[in-house]
């Protein structure tokens, strides 16, 4: 009887703690993380992947990256409202501003899908799966001239 209450007790913590894996949804235009159904924000994962150090410092780099996209998506939100703000009530827009803040969303999307990556390769690493490069890139030379290839 003994032994099948620490049977059972195992098979429980066994259980519990394969639940704790974080995953990571992608979004149009952003990510969803996720804990057991429960949604979690960038700041709340960044206190659950305090435990393992690797994890968080990868962690700690992609976040960077969403900072600098979500200043560079802002600016240029603001920058293309302003003028449309102005055409709206009859005034005369400066279109050079727009076109300055479409180029400051065009830049941030770079910084959206390096966070991204980051972001999974922490997971990866928090949740104990293997890592591999996602992209594998190959260049070689064929004998009729030189020519680059890249193979996904």
């Known amino acids: 009887m ?14 519990a703690t394969q639940a704790q894996e974080i ?30 150090p690797k994890a968080f410092e990868e962690f700690k780099k992609a976040r960077t990256n969403y900072n600098i996209a979500g200043v ?21 827009p400066e279109w050079a501003f727009a076109a300055g803040g479409a180029v400051l969303i065009l830049g941030s999307i770079p910084f959206n899908r390096i966070f991204k990556a980051r972001a999974l390769n922490a997971l990866d690493i928090y949740n104990g799966k293997e890592i591999t490069s996602r992209i594998k890139p190959e260049f070689y030379f064929t004998g009729t001239g030189a020519r680059v290839v890249l193979k996904f």
């Open 23 to 52: 995953t990571m949804y992608k979004t149009f235009g952003g990510v969803r993380f996720q804990r057991d159904s429960t949604v979690l924000s960038v700041r709340q994962v960044m206190e659950i992947l305090k435990e393992k």
């Open 72 to 92: 560079l998506g802002f600016a240029g939100g603001v920058m293309i409202g302003i003028p449309l703000g102005t055409a709206l009530v009859g005034g005369d």
């Open 2 to 15: 003994k032994n099948i209450f620490w049977i059972v007790l195992f098979l429980f913590v066994f259980e």
